[in-house]
């Protein structure tokens, strides 16, 4: 018998092998991190459901997260794994850990306060995580992926990327 099946509650060792997941366009965070694992479950036959929120409809990295989250539970003796799409509630900023907020700023990304106005698509003042001012600018409201804007601080003149609230 597979010696995690054995363990006391195999339900709680998938949620910590898929919660370390790292996600593949800001690999400083998990997928536990940006609140997007929504539910781990273990059904009567063994087989591991995993939930994930994208956290955009058309977010390219969704099958390469589920991919990665089949590995690592195979990886650890899970043998059968279903990953699930789920679109509601839709993913918000709002999801994202204390301890991803922390890890984004540390490695450079501003991490997005609370969600903003409706319809509000970049927030008007943005901490600059490299020197902490408000001084910042947009750039473009595109950054290195399509949820993250760019922006410049006039502090330190460096620009940043910065995650866009929804």
Known sequence: MNALRATANPAMRARELCAGVADPELPVVTIGDLGILRDVAVVED??????LTPTYSGCPATEVIAADVTTAL????????EVRTVRSPAWTTDWITDAGRRKLAAHGIAPPSAVGA?????PLAVRCPLCGSLGTAVVSRFGSSACRALYRCA????????????
Do not use: L, M, Q, Y
Request: glycine letters at 12%; charged letters at 20%; one cysteine or more.
């Open 74 to 81: 195979r990886g650890a003796g899970f043998e059968a794994v």
């Open 46 to 51: 063994g087989t591991v459901v995993v939930s």
């Open 155 to 166: 502090a330190c003149r460096e620009t940043f990327d910065a995650i866009k609230p929804h």
């Open 118 to 122: 409706p319809g509000v698509i970049v």
